[in-house]
């Protein structure tokens, strides 16, 4: 019953209520902390159907609530919001709970079936920097949604067809002849000298075979053999920054294999396709630009700007079409939902993609996208050069042989992925308070460390069990505090996976860091404050069992953000 106070009070409040009303009610934390713990907008919703004052229902529901003692201080606020605060008995009560390992752990998903579609880089190069913020929290919100119970399916889409594939081929194969002759690099090629070790490879098992051949001979082989290095190469980035996907899907095999066409055929068949002339794409001087007839998607019936092309001049497929013919397979699969997260540059493709699936789904499904702004890389204030070696980017390689995979997986969380972030190489491996990373770490630490500091002084005594403590002994105002914050860690796994924010789980943890350290520096004014006295082994022992509840928190969010705790900060 108590494994999650928001969830137990939610059902307590919507008890007040009909079944047709429940839905509509609502607990949540007051803007302003005097209100009190908690709020609901039971009175306002209630007010609707009774066609009554919102604030004359608050105060007679006030009245009722006070009947139980699990609320405390009810108050009434314009225009009707009902608050209340935990009682500390509650609270205390509450305690045990937070030791569970799967404390925070809330059946939300109800095995529903996601699809979640994270970094998909183009394969023609080593992954950039920049993908790491879209990879790590799709791979956070990947983890927190398994969690509280959603079957999840994490997706790689590769884009392995296309001009871009042409060139990188290309690229390859101007690098590979320059291993027998020397040769400047033309300008249309990819720079980077990362695949000069691609061409090695074919160079190792193939020698001279390729040079001085007609491109029919080698394009094919070329591009396929540029695509899995590649591949390789990234998944290899993916795996050192803690990130497995379930399924790679290829584009190429979307087109080869008929897929776009079965799309069109069902386009056809309800009249959602149509040979028309787009007109000039609006605030763009294009001098290049030919009016001619294409065969047009009707997009616009489905929410978007305007129609959109499937075919190219040359009679090719657009990256569109086949894009729709990929999300036409993940409805295929029967997916619940399907996620996808993409770069803020994308944002312009968000609208034509998502209405292609309601096209497919006749309604029934709907994609939703994250956008995730840039990030900036700084070293000693400045932003960091490009890489040589990439040859116009910072690679995630960089990133990772620079500060490790915990760094970048925690400080890819604390921004909203809306909003941009600045990486300092500096910055994040700071010991200090101004690093976030290290506050939550060093609170973690501590524990351990007084843990280790009760056991040597009480040696003696029998290991009593989180039942066995005087928990009422847990009665300053700090410790309280910090009980109120451990108890919201339900709430926030719950409201970070139904809004799909990872980054709450960030947010969290520097308020749960701060609460900790809080109580711990009261203990430098105070001796009676300290987490262990030596001659009073009933109080020591309760707050052992209050920092073992701070220690279980700090790992499952950690084991959700995919870092690893550390017992001791050197």
């Known amino acids: 019953m108590l494994r999650a106070l928001f969830l137990y009070y939610t059902d307590l409040i919507r008890d007040c209520v009909g079944d047709d009303q429940r839905d509509s009610v609502a607990v949540d934390i007051p803007r302003e902390e005097s209100f009190g713990d908690f709020s609901s907008n039971i009175a306002l919703v209630m007010a609707k159907k009774l066609a009554r004052s919102p604030l004359e229902i608050a105060e007679e529901l006030c009245g009722r609530l006070k009947l139980h003692a699990e609320f405390a201080d009810l108050s009434v606020k314009s225009p009707g919001f009902i608050n209340w605060r935990i ?3 509650l609270l205390r009560r509450h305690c045990p709970a937070l030791l569970d390992r799967d404390f925070g752990k809330i059946n939300l998903g109800n095995g529903r079936r996601v699809n979640l579609e994270y970094v998909s880089a183009n394969p023609t190069g080593p992954l950039h920097a920049g993908h790491a913020r879209a990879a790590v929290s799709g791979d956070v919100l990947a983890n927190l949604l398994s969690f509280v119970g959603y079957d999840v399916t994490r997706e790689y889409y590769i884009n392995d067809a296309g001009k871009q594939i042409e060139i990188l081929a290309k690229s390859l194969y101007c ?12 300008d249309w090629a990819y720079p980077g000298e990362y695949l000069i070790d691609t061409a090695k490879k074919i160079k190792e098992k193939h020698g001279n075979d390729f040079v001085e051949k007609d491109e ?14 590649m591949m390789d190469c990234i998944k290899t980035d993916l795996r050192d920054l803690g990130i497995f996907h379930d399924i790679f899907s290829s584009e190429l095999k979307f087109i080869d294999g008929g897929a776009v066409e079965k799309i069109l055929e069902f386009f056809q068949s309800n009249d959602l396709v149509y040979e028309g002339i787009l007109a000039t794409p609006k605030g763009k001087e294009m001098d290049d630009w030919e009016a001619r007839e294409q065969l047009l998607f009707r997009s616009t019936a489905f929410g978007d700007d305007v129609d959109r092309p499937l075919q190219k001049s040359d009679g090719s497929w657009t990256y569109f079409a086949s894009d729709i013919a990929y999300h036409g397979d993940k409805i295929a ?5 399907m996620i996808n997260f993409w770069g803020a540059d994308h944002g312009g493709y968000v609208k034509r ?10 309604g029934q499904k709907k994609l939703d996208v994250k956008l995730v702004q840039m990030v900036r890389f700084m070293q000693n204030g400045k932003e960091m050069k490009m890489s040589k070696r990439a040859g116009t980017f910072v690679t995630v390689r960089d990133v990772l042989d620079s500060v490790g995979r915990d760094a970048i997986r925690y400080f890819m969380l604390t921004r909203r992925d809306d909003a941009p972030l600045d990486f300092d190489f500096q910055k994040v491996v700071e010991q200090n308070r101004d690093n976030p990373m ?25 290991t009593p069990t989180a039942a066995q403590v005087n928990l009422d002994l847990l009665d300053s105002e700090a410790e309280l505090k910090l ?16 809004n799909r924010e990872p980054h709450r789980l960030t947010f969290y943890l520097a308020e749960l860091a701060s609460d900790f350290h809080f109580l711990w520096n009261q203990g430098k ?39 690893a705790p550390a017992r001791e900060l050197r």
């Open 353 to 362: 993609l998502q209405s292609a699936v309601r096209a497919l789904s006749q």
């Open 525 to 563: 004014d105070n001796a009676m404050l300290r987490f262990v006295l030596a001659n009073d082994f009933e109080k020591s022992a309760a707050r052992m069992v209050l920092l073992e509840a701070v220690q279980n928190v700090i790992e499952s969010a950690f084991r959700i953000i995919g870092v």
């Open 438 to 462: 290290f506050y939550v770490q060093y609170a973690y630490a501590r524990t351990h460390s007084v843990l280790k500091q009760f056991a040597a002084i009480f040696s003696q005594m029998p």
């Open 87 to 89: 009682p500390a008995d």
């Open 175 to 186: 690098r590979y002849c320059g291993l027998f002759q020397e040769s400047p690099l033309p």
């Open 483 to 498: 009980l109120k914050t451990l108890s919201d860690w339900p709430r926030q796994v719950f409201m970070a996976a139904k």
């Open 216 to 229: 029919a001979e080698w394009l094919s082989f070329f591009k396929t053999f540029a695509i899995n290095d």
């Open 333 to 337: 699969r029967k997916f619940d939902e």
